[in-house]
């Protein structure tokens, strides 16, 4: 049981570039997320989705596009990247959303490091 | 809306010592909250979270939280730091908004574990 899996690593961009992120789940969970993480700083939602082909925008959604053709994968994309998104991106997964009482534990994945130069 | 704030950028203990993280919230809804916790170059990994049973939480590694609503306080603590406990801290509040979702971060407290 892998969890929560991000590829790449590490990137690095340069301005203009685009790129996707892949976050893949085998835990079945309905729910996905994309935060980024800048230095000093909390997570921050970029793009959430409930189910496959269901997508909703984040508090920081501008520059990013996201997709869920399956319950397993939760792509982010980057079209023209911009030195601004240099951040930590972080996938995570849940079986049930993070409402008040309804407390249900994301897991996440390991992160994505990119630098935009 | 909602919002979390970390009283402390960075907490350092001597190995032994109790440890106290701070955390004070606000909601327009009876929140649940969480602290998770992430080591250098990891994800993030739950330590305990409260959805309005025990107002007191036990976690992970020997780590508890009291939820105090008259004081909009979710502290941390530890009885006994150990080096391995070196980390970010994050408090993290939950609640309902239309549709959403969402978590809401505070900005991360350092722990400093020395020997």
């Known amino acids: 049981n892998a969890g929560v899996t991000q590829t790449p690593k590490f990137r690095i961009l340069k301005i203009g570039q685009s790129m996707t992120l892949q976050c893949t789940q085998d835990m079945n969970h309905n729910y996905m997320y994309w935060y980024r993480q800048d230095p000093g700083m909390g997570l921050k939602l970029i793009y959430y989705s409930v189910g496959a082909g269901i997508t909703d925008k984040g508090e920081v959604p501008n520059g990013y596009n996201v997709s869920r053709s399956t319950t397993e994968d939760f792509p982010l994309r980057l079209e023209l990247a911009a030195p601004s998104q240099t951040s930590v991106y972080f996938c995570?997964?849940?079986?049930?959303?993070?409402?008040?009482?309804?407390?249900?534990?994301?897991?996440f994945g390991p992160g994505t490091r990119l630098t935009v130069l | 809306a909602q919002s979390v704030t970390q009283l402390d950028s960075h907490v350092s203990v001597s190995e032994g010592t109790p440890v106290l993280l701070r955390c004070n919230y606000s909601?327009?809804?009876?929140?649940?909250l969480f602290w998770y916790v992430q080591h250098p170059n990891k994800g993030l990994q739950l330590l305990l979270k409260y959805t309005s049973a025990a107002t007191l939480v036990k976690g992970i590694n020997g780590f508890e939280a009291e939820f105090k609503k008259s004081e909009t306080s979710f502290h941390l603590t530890k009885p006994s730091a150990h080096m391995s406990d070196a980390a970010e801290y994050f408090c993290v509040v939950s609640g309902a908004s239309g549709s959403a979702r969402q978590l809401t971060f505070g900005s991360g407290t350092q722990l400093t574990v020395l020997p």
């Open positions: 995570a997964s849940s079986s049930a959303p993070a409402l008040a009482g309804v407390a249900d534990t994301q897991y």
């Open positions: 909601s327009s809804y009876s929140p649940s």
